[in-house]
């Protein structure tokens, strides 16, 4: 029996125009860009179509940018496409994008997502300019020997994407220095990231207790769909199991591959991502090149499943 995930983009995948076509054409997705602009008291939209590309690469803007364009997405997916659209029997999100799966879950409302993804954005840059922190992906070297290249480098992982990518994060200078270990040890690539700070790293720590206030003051329901969670990449079904992932996921390594690899241990055959890009595509099909993708990120996309 075929299963199918869908899985949302986090941050990186934000690009200048994403989502103008959805707003001026779909009437669901344009009500999603009005309610994310009234919810945040500014123009978010304008931001998303306009740019400046510099202003929507900021943390702050580009964590609830992409959450209300992978929404948009999918409201004007389901209206659109209807039934052509395959029901998910599990949902992801990579890091930022865990938001907007829990939110597609029920377990908060698309105004509740977005302000909480322009404040984790505001928390999590602020954290960034306390320490001078960075990250790095790592291209084509096993995670084991990373690791020991994180420990004695003083970084950490965080992101395990697919075979031969993975992310590192820590102070600038140990991630630079770590680059040039990594190399030495045999990858193929070191790049550096574009980035605000050391996401998913201890240097971090500054943005658990303000997102830990926003939680207490926010009722979680329990998903109505599993949402396969970042840290543990196992399913999450209850309310106090979400809370606790979002608190940890802020200074935890994303476990994508293992999470992939679940879903597919689950039955899941079809990932549809749904949001701004095609990484996540990229990175299941390095994963599990059996399985079948698609992308919905823009209009063109979302009509060719009719």
């Known amino acids: 029996m075929t299963k ?15 989502g103008r076509d959805l707003y001026d054409d779909v009437r669901s997705a344009r009500d999603i860009f009005e309610k994310a602009d009234r919810s945040l008291g500014f123009s978010l939209s304008r931001l998303c179509f306009e740019g400046p590309e510099d202003e929507l690469r900021q943390t702050i803007n580009a964590q609830p940018a992409l959450l209300t364009v992978s929404f948009a997405c999918l409201e004007a997916a389901t209206e659109i496409a209807g039934n052509n659209l395959p029901a998910p029997d599990y949902l992801a999100g990579h890091s930022l994008g865990e938001y907007t799966a ?19 954005g505001r928390l999590m840059h602020e954290a960034g300019q306390k320490s001078s922190g960075s990250m790095a992906a790592i291209i084509g070297l096993e995670e084991a020997k990373l690791a020991e290249v994180c420990r004695q480098s003083d970084t950490v992982i965080a992101n395990i994407n697919s075979p031969g990518q993975i992310v590192i994060s820590g102070p600038a200078g140990n991630v630079s220095r770590a680059m040039e270990m990594a190399t030495a040890a045999g990858a193929s690539r070191a790049i550096p990231l574009q980035v605000s700070g050391a996401f998913h790293s201890p240097l971090m720590k500054p943005a658990v207790e303000g997102m830990i206030k926003l939680f207490d003051a926010i009722s979680f329901r329990h998903p109505s769909i599993p949402v396969i969670a970042n840290m543990t990449a196992e399913a999450m079904t209850t309310a106090e199991a979400v809370k606790t992932e979002l608190v940890n996921q802020l200074t935890n ?14 039955g899941v055959d079809t990932f549809i991502e749904i949001g701004p890009g095609r990484v996540l595509t990229g990175l299941i099909r390095r994963i599990n090149n059996d399985v079948a993708t698609r992308n919905i990120g823009d209009l063109e996309a979302i009509k060719g499943l009719v």
């Open 4 to 18: 199918t995930a869908w899985v949302f983009p986090g941050q990186g995948s934000q690009w200048v125009g994403m």
């Open 102 to 120: 829990l939110a597609v879950a029920g377990v908060f409302d698309f105004s509740t997502a977005v302000r909480l993804a322009r404040e984790r």
């Open 253 to 266: 390594p994303v476990q994508w591959q293992r999470g992939v690899e679940y879903m597919v241990a689950q």
